[in-house]
Nanobody, 123 residues
Framework: QVQLVESGGGLVQAGGSLRLSCAASRRTFSTWTMGWFRQAPGKEREFVAAISGSGSVTYYADSVKGRFTISRDNAKNTVYLQMNSLKPEDTAVYYC????????????????WGQGTQVTVSS
């Protein structure tokens, strides 16, 4: 079992930045592929970014490429999502997720999910 706890969400003006964090409970954190997803009101959950266990491979949705950066610190069992140049359309609940599969891509097929953190971008 893996417990994931997100933090760092909040209200920010368009063009601003936020950094989300996701702390994991397992000591084998470095073996897990980690992903960030988001869900806006009335919309399906969508893939944002993913990172391999070592951190050497990353993958981004086209909508955030060049603005968001996913990273991880395996010594702290934590994955991050740095969000820059935020837009109102980035408003959503952001979730982190973990899976054992080493494949890094836009799949939503993850084994464990956090509870989410709200990000609101005002225009």
């Amino acid at each position: 079992q893996v417990q994931l706890v997100e933090s760092g969400g909040g209200l920010v003006q368009a063009g601003g930045s936020l950094r989300l964090s996701c702390a994991a409970s397992r000591r084998t954190f470095s073996t897990w592929t980690m992903g960030w997803f988001r869900q806006a009101p009335g919309k399906e959950r969508e893939f944002v970014a993913a990172i391999s266990g070592s951190g050497s491979v990353t993958y981004y949705a086209d909508s955030v490429k060049g603005r968001f950066t996913i990273s991880r610190d395996n010594a702290k069992n934590t994955v991050y999502l740095q969000m820059n140049s935020l837009k109102p359309e980035d408003t959503a609940v952001y979730y982190c997720a973990a899976r054992l599969s080493p494949v890094v891509g836009p799949s939503t097929d993850y084994d464990y999910w956090g509870q989410g953190t709200q990000v609101t971008v005002s225009s």
